[in-house]
């Protein structure tokens, strides 16, 4: 599982997605990510995002959210709305923490 955050610039935690599962369903059904975002998260490792790539990765993930059935949709966008909520945040970033 991939605990998603959204941390200050010391690497305190400011907010934590609480269905972190979303990803990985979200993500099971794609063949590859070829986007300049999400082919860089390691689940096993800490991946951070800083202000500039945060709106890049959220129109990656909003371009999987159109193609996945209603039942995840609803989650999907959640998550979407919780990274784009640290979008414009001095010294904010949204960090992906692998087992």
Same mark, same amino acid.
């Given at each position: 599982?991939?605990?998603?955050?959204?941390?200050?610039?010391?690497?305190?935690?400011?907010?934590?997605?609480?269905?972190?599962? *979303? @990803?990985?369903?979200? /993500?099971?059904?794609?063949?590859?990510?070829?986007?300049?975002? &999400? !082919?860089?998260?390691d689940p096993y490792g800490d991946?951070?995002?800083?202000?500039?790539?945060?709106? *890049? @990765?959220?129109?990656? /993930?909003?371009?999987?959210?159109?193609?996945?059935?209603?039942? &995840? !949709?609803?989650?999907?966008?959640?998550?979407?709305?919780?990274?784009?909520?640290?979008?414009?945040? *001095?010294?904010?970033?949204?960090?992906?923490?692998?087992?």
């Amino acid at each position: 599982m991939i605990d998603i955050l959204r941390v200050d610039e010391d690497g305190r935690t400011i907010a934590e997605f609480e269905d972190a599962d *979303v @990803l990985k369903e979200l /993500l099971a059904g794609q063949s590859s990510l070829t986007g300049c975002c &999400l !082919r860089f998260l390691d689940p096993y490792g800490d991946t951070t995002f800083n202000q500039l790539q945060i709106p *890049v @990765l959220v129109d990656e /993930l909003r371009s999987i959210v159109v193609e996945v059935p209603p039942a &995840l !949709r609803a989650r999907a966008n959640a998550l979407v709305a919780f990274i784009e909520s640290a979008r414009g945040e *001095v010294h904010t970033y949204i960090k992906f923490m692998g087992d």
